[in-house]
């Protein structure tokens, strides 16, 4: 069995931050890819952000220079660091986590629960 827990959403002022975290644990041998999603009212959910074991991260455009993911892989968490929000990133946002359980195990991918982030004045 895989968690993942989400934290760190939350009502926040234009221009404002939020850092969200999201931490995986249970049965894990490995983990490749993670990445943060988001869904707003009415709309498809969408990548915000991804990073890989190694190599570069990737972001939405939309994004691009006011959000920063990293990982901490002692921990299995990701971050995603949300600076300069504006009232479009609102929508609940979910963290995705490729991983293996054991080292023959094929690559699943596992989704957290959602969180709320809302910005409005």
């Known amino acids: 069995q895989v968690q993942l827990v989400e934290s760190g959403g939350g009502l926040v002022q234009p221009g404002g931050s939020l850092r969200l975290s999201c931490a995986a644990s249970?049965?894990?041998?490995?983990?490749?890819?993670m990445g943060w999603y988001r869904q707003a009212p009415g709309k498809q959910r969408e990548l915000v952000a991804a990073?890989?074991?190694?190599?570069?991260?990737n972001y939405a455009d939309s994004v691009k220079g006011r959000f920063t993911i990293s990982r901490d892989n002692a921990k299995n968490t990701v971050y995603l660091q949300m600076n300069t929000l504006r009232p479009e990133d609102t929508g609940v946002y979910y963290c995705?986590?490729?991983?293996?359980?054991?080292?023959?195990?094929?690559?699943?991918?596992?989704w957290g629960q959602g969180t709320q982030v809302t910005v409005s004045s």
């Open positions: 249970g049965s894990i041998f490995t983990i490749t890819n």
């Open positions: 995705r986590v490729n991983l293996r359980t054991t080292v023959a195990a094929p690559v699943y991918q596992y």
């Open positions: 990073i890989p074991s190694g190599g570069s991260t």
